[in-house]
C-alpha cells in the first residue's frame, strides 16, 4: 500500500475507554491499563501491507525486536509485524516498551476484538497507574504517527533532521 492511499490514523484510530484497574481484575492478578479502541479503517490495514511502516517503528523503538509474543521467542513481535497484524496489537507492545523503557518491568499484554466490529479492548500491565495511563495515550500517538510518515513521508523543510509532521 503506497502512502497516498492511506487514511489519516489521527482521525481513524480513536480511544473511547480509557482506565486503569488496581488489583486483581477479570484479566489478570497484575493491575493494567484498560484501553478499547474503534480503529476506523486500520481495521482493515495490517503493518505488512504498509511500505515502510515496520522500519519507522522499530527504528523508533529498537526494543520492539526483544518481544516475544504468541511466538514465544525473541523477535515474535517482529515476525507478526511482518506476517501482518494490526494497530490494536501494536498499540499494546509500544505501550508496553515505553514503560520497559523508563525500567519498569512489565510484559503482561493482550489485545482482543470486541463485541462491535472494529472495537478492541488492550490490557496491559502497567507499574504505576499514572504512568500506564500515559503510556497508553503516547503508545497510540507512536502507532499513528509511524502510519502517517509512511502516508506523508518525511518533511522536507525540515532538511537533515527529518522531522516528520503531519500536514
Ligand atoms: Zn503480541
Not at 474503534?38 to 490495514?45: M, Q, V
Not at 503482561?108 to 502497567?126: K, L, P
Request: with cysteine; proline share 3%.
Amino acid at each position: 500500500m503506497k502512502r497516498e492511499q492511506i487514511p489519516n490514523p489521527a482521525e481513524e484510530i480513536r480511544i473511547t475507554t480509557l482506565h486503569a484497574t488496581r488489583g486483581i481484575n477479570f484479566w489478570s492478578r497484575r493491575p493494567v491499563i484498560r484501553m478499547d479502541l474503534a480503529s476506523g479503517a486500520f481495521d482493515e490495514i495490517s503493518s505488512a501491507e504498509v511500505d515502510g511502516f515496520i522500519d519507522a517503528l522499530v527504528t523508533a523503538l529498537p526494543g520492539l525486536k526483544d518481544h516475544h509474543c504468541s511466538i514465544g521467542s525473541r523477535g515474535g513481535f517482529l515476525i507478526r509485524l511482518r506476517r501482518g497484524t494490526y494497530a490494536p496489537h501494536i498499540i499494546e507492545h509500544v505501550a508496553l516498551e515505553l514503560q520497559g523503557m523508563i525500567g519498569h518491568e512489565v510484559g503482561y499484554g493482550r489485545t482482543r476484538g470486541g463485541d462491535t466490529e472494529g472495537e478492541y479492548t488492550i490490557v496491559f500491565e502497567h507499574e504505576h497507574e499514572q504512568v500506564g495511563l500515559r503510556a497508553a495515550a503516547l503508545a497510540l500517538e507512536v502507532v499513528q504517527r509511524a502510519f502517517a510518515n509512511t502516508r506523508y513521508g518525511r518533511c522536507r523543510d525540515h532538511g537533515a533532521r527529518g522531522v516528520a509532521h503531519d500536514d
